[in-house]
C-alpha cells in the first residue's frame, strides 16, 4: 500500500547538525506531498512515552505536518499529541517527530486529527495558499 496524498515517502532525512552539514538518518522521511506556507500558531506538545512537555510557535504548516520552533526539541520519532493555537482557533493532533534541528525546531508529520480539527487545519492553509496566490508567488 503506497503513500497516500498528504503524507511522507520513505527515504532517506538529512538533519542538521552544529556545523549546518547534514547528516543521513536512513529509513526516516523528507520528501513532501504538500506545500508548506509560513504561519505561526501556538503549539503545547505532550510527549507520549515520557510526558515530557514542549511548547513552542509553527514557523510553517501544511496539510501533513508542521515545523515547530522550540528550544528544547524533542527526540526524532517521538510520538506527541499536541494542540496549535491561532486566532482562538485549535488543533489537536496525534503527531510523530520527523526531523529535529538541534536548539531550534523539530519538524511534525500529523498521524491523526479529529473532524473539527482537520477542518480547521485545511480552512488555516486555503486561507494562506489564496493570500499567497494574492501576493503573486
Not at 526516516?28 to 509560513?38: G, K, N, S, V, W
Not at 527526540?75 to 534541528?101: D, F, P, S, Y
Request: net charge neutral; with cysteine.
Amino acid at each position: 500500500m503506497g503513500p497516500s496524498p498528504g503524507s511522507l515517502r520513505e527515504s532517506n532525512t538529512f538533519m542538521e547538525s552544529d556545523s549546518g552539514k547534514g547528516a543521513k538518518q536512513p529509513g526516516l522521511r523528507e520528501q513532501r506531498y504538500t506545500i508548506r506556507y509560513p504561519f505561526a500558531a501556538d503549539a503545547e506538545m505532550l510527549e507520549l512515552q515520557s510526558g515530557t512537555r514542549v511548547s513552542g510557535v509553527t514557523s510553517d504548516l501544511s496539510v501533513g505536518g508542521c515545523f515547530v520552533c522550540a528550544g528544547h526539541p524533542l527526540e526524532v520519532g517521538a510520538r506527541i499529541r499536541g494542540t496549535l493555537t491561532h486566532n482562538g482557533q485549535k488543533v489537536e493532533m496525534l503527531a510523530v517527530v520527523r526531523v529535529v534541528k538541534a536548539r531550534f525546531g523539530m519538524g511534525l508529520e500529523f498521524l491523526d486529527l479529529d473532524p473539527n480539527s482537520h477542518a480547521t487545519l485545511l480552512a488555516w492553509t486555503r486561507t494562506l495558499h489564496k493570500s499567497r496566490l494574492i501576493d503573486g508567488e
